[in-house]
């Protein structure tokens, strides 16, 4: 697998931001890519972001651009339930208590001078990569009514607005290095009708060392003039192309037919990251039995699940292949996913 070598400066060429309510400077993001710049490759980032404004910022998602799935982000769900309660104006957390939780969370919450940095992995192909950068700006006094902070109790948790020395205090800088977050606060406003986050356009790029077996070369191997998605599987250095119905991994000394696939470029970026001999697979319940005899199956809340052997991976596909059937990938936004087996 991959060496780790030094870092890499990256380019972030940030697009025209919008103008700043208080005249104060921009937020300042830099990237390094901490693994070799090697094309096809899952690079990891490490990205830093730094409130140089006189105002308080709240950070939402990072995302690339003109995706709705976010890179990462900052407003989150935590365990338990959640209650309004508006005498008094509170968040009542009831941590015990089961069910779906609203992502109300914040983690990006950054006063002035501060920073925060963390990592991200991305497929080293079709560099530049533009991401928006989307955030919150705020006074202190516009913090005090639209961000609730925790208050515990002996018998309970809940969140409650501060002002003035209270909330001053509470949002001292911290001087932390290579910190993902310094506080978690309730932020019930993330998704705003009326007042729309900032964003801060962001241009990954690093000079890359191009594949010995070219981009073009699998396309003549495999006579395909023209692909609909194209990716790389780094583990087995093949590149992965789809054409209409297509789906194909090439080589320089095998081209393998795939199955159809509904997210060519998700499913291989989740085997090129998974960190466990096992990959995970759904079936739905019409296709459960033709695999019953390969694989031992686990039922869970209505689903079937698989564990099947990274080593068994193309195995698994001309499997599904077999049967005429396409698969797909669902990657969790903490990371990880499973392989979808559907008609």
Known sequence: MMRRLGPLLLFATACAPQPRPDGGEDLVVAATIESPAIEGEIGTFRVRIRNATRS???LRDLAPRGSETASASWQVSLPGRI??????????????????SAPLFNRGLLVPGEEVSF??????????RAFVLRYYSYSLDDVSKRVYFEKRGEQEVRYVRRFGKDIEDRLARSGAPDAASHRTVLFPYAEQVAARPLERGLELTAALKPRPFTLEQARAKTGIAKE??????????????????RCVLAG?????????????TGLFHLMDVLDHPKFEVEFQKETKTLFADDYALVASGGKFLAFVPRTDFLGFLERVRAFDLAVDAELRPEGGGRILVTR
């Open 252 to 264: 320089p000394q095998r081209v393998v037919e795939l199955p159809r696939m509904r997210n060519m």
């Open 228 to 245: 609909d998605e194209r990716t790389f599987y780094a583990e087995l250095e093949l590149w992965a192309l789809r054409s209409g119905g």
């Open 56 to 58: 308080y910022v709240i």
């Open 83 to 100: 209650e309004y309660q508006a005498e008094p104006d509170s968040f009542l957390h009831d941590r015990k208590a089961r069910g779906p």
């Open 119 to 128: 990592r991200t992995r991305l497929r080293l192909l079709d560099l530049p």
